[in-house]
């Protein structure tokens, strides 16, 4: 059921390069995966949509994942 899961990886790496750009909204740094050759090269290519990225923000078990 819907389109294969984004690695943990790549999301982190998505969210703080908008955070250190100051961008932090979720549409904002989804807008910055399709305009920013930055971006781009660290998503590899792939363009997940605002809502996994804000889901991904407020999942609990990012934390695990973090340590």
Sequence with gaps: R?????????MLKIILYGYAHSVFSGRR???L??????MM????????SYRTINRFRVN???????H
């Design 60 to 66: 609990p078990y990012m934390m695990e994942f973090l």
């Design 29 to 31: 740094i989804e807008f």
């Design 33 to 38: 995966l399709k305009d920013s050759c930055r």
């Design 2 to 10: 819907g389109p294969s899961s984004y690695h943990p990886k790549m």
């Design 41 to 48: 090269w660290l998503a590899q290519g792939q363009t997940p």
